[in-house]
């Protein structure tokens, strides 16, 4: 069963930035597509970003674009999100997990990590 372990969240300001890290036990992590979601309080999980397995056209929802980047480094088998610009409107649960496509982009292994929390205060 694979195992997903998000960790970097915390609180910060409007403005400021975080660097999330999610650690994957995958032996073939390097041929995943990987991404982000998250959830934020009272709505449902959505996606954020995600990036190829050799990095090659990161994707990203709309709201995110030009302040998150994704990167991931294969030796690791982790996958980063950079967090830039912060709003409250960022505030979730950000979870990591493989990519798949179904209607939209969804997450491909059914088992989800605890997930770290981010809190932007305005």
């Known amino acids: 069963q694979v195992q997903l372990e998000e960790s970097g969240g915390g609180l910060v300001r409007a403005g400021g930035s975080l660097r999330l890290s999610c650690a994957a036990s995958?032996?073939?992590?390097?041929?995943?597509?990987m991404g982000w979601f998250r959830q934020p309080p009272g709505k449902e999980r959505e996606f954020v970003a995600a990036?190829?397995?050799?990095?090659?056209?990161?994707y990203y929802t709309d709201s995110v674009k030009g302040r998150f980047t994704i990167s991931r480094d294969n030796a690791k088998k982790t996958v980063y999100l950079q967090m830039n610009s912060l709003q409250p409107e960022d505030t979730a649960v950000y979870y990591c997990?493989?990519?798949?496509?179904?209607?939209?982009?969804?997450?491909?292994?059914?088992?989800w990590g605890q997930g770290t929390h981010v809190t932007v205060s305005s």
């Open positions: 990036i190829k397995w050799n990095g090659d056209s990161p």
């Open positions: 995958l032996s073939t992590f390097s041929s995943y597509v």
């Open positions: 997990n493989a990519i798949a496509y179904s209607g939209g982009y969804v997450g491909y292994f059914p088992s």
